[in-house]
């Protein structure tokens, strides 16, 4: 999975879609983006409530990565440790992102027998 969400994280990176880290998503949820954000497994409740309400307003939705930590989702960018990112909801690239998330998710919970 993480190959798979490496080459879809670099190709929106290339594209210039991606924004990366608390402060750049806030702002382009503040100039009215709306965006599929991604969070990782160990993230802070600080960004949690940063883009809680942004959620309940219908500006975003969210994915957790379970199996990716900061650090792994940072290695994955080729940055240092990251906690959350965000792509334009209206982009095929994170509709493809969230549908492999949501597997993972599937998969995850299949695996612990929930």
Do not use: W
């Not at 210039?16 to 949820?29: K, W």
């Amino acid at each position: 999975m993480s190959d798979r969400l490496s080459g879809l994280l670099g190709i929106a990176r290339k594209a210039g879609i991606l924004f990366s880290g608390q402060d750049t998503v806030r702002a382009e949820l503040r100039r009215g983006k709306r965006l599929l954000v991604i969070l990782s497994g160990d993230h802070s409740r600080n960004v949690r409530s940063m883009i809680e309400g942004y959620r309940i307003r219908g500006i975003c939705r969210v994915m957790v990565t379970g199996c990716l930590g900061r650090e792994e989702l940072g290695h994955l960018l080729s940055t240092g440790p990251t906690q959350i990112v965000g792509l334009p909801l209206e982009n095929g690239l994170s509709e493809k992102i969230e549908k492999l998330l949501t597997e993972e998710v599937d998969r995850y919970e299949q695996d612990q027998g929930l």
